[in-house]
T-cell receptor, first 115, second 113 residues
Framework: GEDVEQSLFLSVREGDSSVINCTYT??????LYWYKQEPGAGLQLLTY?????DMKQDQRLTVLLNKKDKHLSLRIADTQTGDSAIYFC???????????????FGQGTILTVHP | DAGVTQSPTHLIKTRGQQVTLRCSPI?????VSWYQQVLGQGPQFIFQ???????GRGNFPDRFSARQFPNYSSELNVNALLLGDSALYLC????????????FGNGTRLTVT
């Protein structure tokens, strides 16, 4: 079945790196996503990785995928107070040509950045 | 360019009433998906529409229905509202296809009293 899990809280100091972790259970995942949600807002797409990749870097963001352990992580370099938000990982399964719009989300990690 | 737009932003309804939420996708996107986000949880998939046809349905009761119009905008309808339907309802659009990421709107906050 589909299940995505994340740790609930992460607290870091401004300027440090943040690492947010996620585990998923379904080996048929095709794409894995990271979204950011600020208070009262919708979800902002940060980055995504195809399941046959190990790593993707996009400016301050680095995504690492360990497909064997079904583990995904998001590293934010030089974390700023504006990075404080809830971060969701999500998986998209290979639905055999249908249901391209279905993502399964984790419960979110609340990142707090202290000055 | 405009992102995904949803209306209204906030809504208060009474138990038993019906509600319609609206979504306009990003220009050029043909797929619209709806998600429910209860406070403190991740979004849960409700529906996906592509080219005006339903392509996926989540584990929600028949009180929930949706449709997509020729201009690719979409409506989500919820009948016989329950207190537990109080949530943030998110709409997402994409070009369609497995390699097309979903882009979300800011959502409609529904409160059922």
């Amino acid at each position: 079945g589909e299940d995505v899990e994340q740790s609930l809280f992460l607290s870091v100091r401004e300027g440090d790196s943040s690492v947010i972790n996620c585990t998923y259970t379904d080996s048929s995942s095709t794409y894995l996503y990271w979204y950011k949600q600020e208070p009262g807002a919708g979800l902002q797409l940060l980055t995504y990785i195809f399941s046959n990749m190990d790593m993707k870097q996009d400016q301050r963001l680095t995504v690492l995928l360990n497909k064997k352990d079904k583990h995904l992580s998001l590293r934010i370099a030089d974390t700023q107070t504006g990075d404080s938000a809830i971060y969701f990982c999500a998986e998209k399964l290979n639905a055999g040509g249908t249901s391209y719009g279905k993502l399964t989300f984790g419960q979110g990690t609340i990142l707090t950045v202290h000055p | 360019d405009a992102g995904v737009t949803q209306s209204p932003t906030h809504l208060i309804k009474t138990r038993g009433q019906q509600v319609t939420l609206r979504c306009s996708p990003i220009s050029g996107h043909k797929s619209v998906s709806w998600y429910q986000q209860v406070l403190g949880q991740g979004p849960q998939f409700i529906f996906q529409y592509y080219e005006k046809e339903e392509r996926g349905r989540g584990n929600f009761p028949d009180r929930f229905s949706a449709r997509q119009f020729p201009n690719y905008s979409s409506e989500l309808n919820v009948n016989a509202l329950l207190l537990g339907d109080s949530a943030l309802y998110l709409c997402a659009s994409s070009f369609g296809g497995n390699n097309s990421p979903l882009h979300f709107g800011n959502g409609t906050r529904l409160t059922v009293t």
